[in-house]
């Protein structure tokens, strides 16, 4: 197993960097999988097309909790989290960073159903980011308890796990398979939050593959059975204590280190293929998109909503003005190279006669909320404009940038840099508005940079 790794691991490095595009298909696949296989083997009923609709397009679709949503959505600032902080290998794992992930991904205290010690029914509130109150053995299938270390053993074992796992990799003496395996084995069996453990334990396995540089491991929920089962099997070798768990060995959890070892097999095969610029589809991923298909098939059979003054005024509020604010923020560096740097705003209207009337974009509830004229909008616009140069070897230069929203009956669109199309009720995430943003800081500094030569 080792062996097999190491050899496709030379040759997933041999391949880097990948193309932008290979790349960029690739990290989309790694991510919907992990998010919704870590949340739905927790219980989490987003199907995965509702997933990918909420973390790619930014929308919902479908009857849940609105925890569950929120849930997924933070699940993906998490694996954020650790892909940044792996990034710098000179930085220890800290029990604070461990605490802030369970936060993060918990987004707020709740409340679910418990039992008391004597097997009584009871309420318990769910603390985010905290070291847990009360014991949270479980019960097995033949009806034993399973215990985890207790809450006064919790903050001593944390301590001494990450202690332990920064020294393990200076001495540098264990694969980063082996790491990963056992750092999620002796987490688990620590168990030191109230709720979010499982998902802890599989950002903790991938933070530490990205800090070797391998591609990530998704444990599917369809393998959910088998991944439990592998853990009881080490628990059995290893003893039920939770001082023998939190001490166990390599020898001791090799069930669980191939297991985890198949995985990363599986996701440096894929790595490869897409390296390769090869097609990454698996078995199930032509079953996922004929769903993802017949939702979109669905959702375009439906009327779609039309143009009103709220959904008007919605586009003002969450496209329009924060549009116009991030783009003249952005923009205020170019003021040392013009003298005249200006903003303005205005919208048209629509019948015989049509009209303009002129508004400020970086004021709020001035005339671009006049309900009088909403109805016949047909447009909004603003511009920023730069021009004049302090220097004479950009005398002929002048930078213009023109956002127009164009209200249609049942959608509307974002004329920028790239034509963007939204239903009523849909509206761009910030990492479209970003996305925006460095389109135009990119054709400003073009622009100069021609103008220089």
């Not at 997924?72 to 605490?99: C, G, S």
């Not at 979109?296 to 439906?302: D, G, P």
């Not at 586009?315 to 003021?335: D, F, G, H, R, T």
């Not at 164009?406 to 840099?417: N, R």
């Amino acid at each position: 197993m080792l062996d097999r790794i190491s050899q496709l691991y030379t040759e997933w490095k041999s391949l880097q960097p990948l193309k932008p595009e290979d790349q960029r298909r690739l990290d989309e696949k790694f991510r919907l999988e992990f998010n919704y296989n870590s949340n739905h083997i927790e219980g989490n009923t987003l199907t995965y097309g509702q997933t990918k609709l909420l973390l790619i397009f930014g929308t919902t679709e479908g009857v849940h909790e609105l925890r569950e949503y929120e849930e997924m959505k933070a699940h993906d600032v998490a694996l954020k989290m650790i892909i940044e902080e792996a990034q710098d290998k000179e930085r220890p794992l800290t029990e604070n960073f461990i605490r802030t992930l369970n936060e993060t991904i918990l987004v707020r205290p709740f409340w679910k159903d418990a039992q008391t010690p004597d097997g009584q029914s009871t309420r318990m509130e769910v603390k985010v980011g905290e070291y847990k109150s009360r014991p949270n053995h479980v019960r097995t299938a033949t009806d034993d308890i399973f215990h985890y270390a207790s809450v006064e053993e919790t903050p001593v074992m944390m301590k001494d796990l990450v202690n332990w796992y920064n020294a393990e990799i200076i001495k540098a003496e264990l694969t980063p398979l082996e790491i990963a395996s056992l750092l999620h084995y002796r987490y688990i069996r620590i168990h030191p939050f109230e709720d979010g453990n499982g998902r802890v334990a599989r950002l903790l396995v991938n933070y530490v593959l990205f800090r070797y540089e391998y591609p990530m491991v998704i444990i599917q929920t369809k393998d959910k059975n088998n991944y439990l089962r592998t853990l009881n099997r080490c628990d059995v070798e290893v003893g039920l204590e939770p001082s023998q768990g939190v001490n166990a060995s390599i020898g001791k959890i090799q069930p669980f280190i191939e297991y985890i070892g198949e995985q990363l097999v599986h996701s440096l095969d894929i790595s490869i293929k897409a390296g390769k610029g090869e097609s990454i589809e698996e078995e199930d991923d032509f079953e996922k998109q004929l769903t993802l298909l017949q939702r979109k098939l669905k959702r375009s059979e439906i009327e779609r909503p039309s143009f009103n003054k709220e959904y008007y005024k919605e586009i003002m509020e969450q496209v329009y003005y924060p549009l116009a604010e991030k783009i003249n923020e952005s923009l205020i560096l170019i003021n040392k190279f013009f003298r005249k740097n200006e903003i303005f705003g205005g919208f048209s209207l629509k019948g015989d006669n049509g009209g303009y009337l002129r508004i400020n974009p970086l004021v709020r509830d001035n005339d671009g909320y006049n309900s009088d004229h909403i109805n016949s909008v047909s447009e909004v616009f603003f511009q920023y404009n730069s021009s004049n140069s302090l220097n004479p070897k950009l005398e002929n230069l002048s930078i213009e940038i023109k956002v127009k929203i164009t209200f249609k009956v049942d959608e509307y669109l974002i004329d920028c840099i790239s034509s963007r199309k939204y239903n009523y009720g849909q509206y761009p995430t910030l990492e479209d508005l970003d996305g925006i943003i460095g389109q135009y800081k990119q054709e400003v500094l073009n622009k100069l940079d021609n103008a220089i030569k």
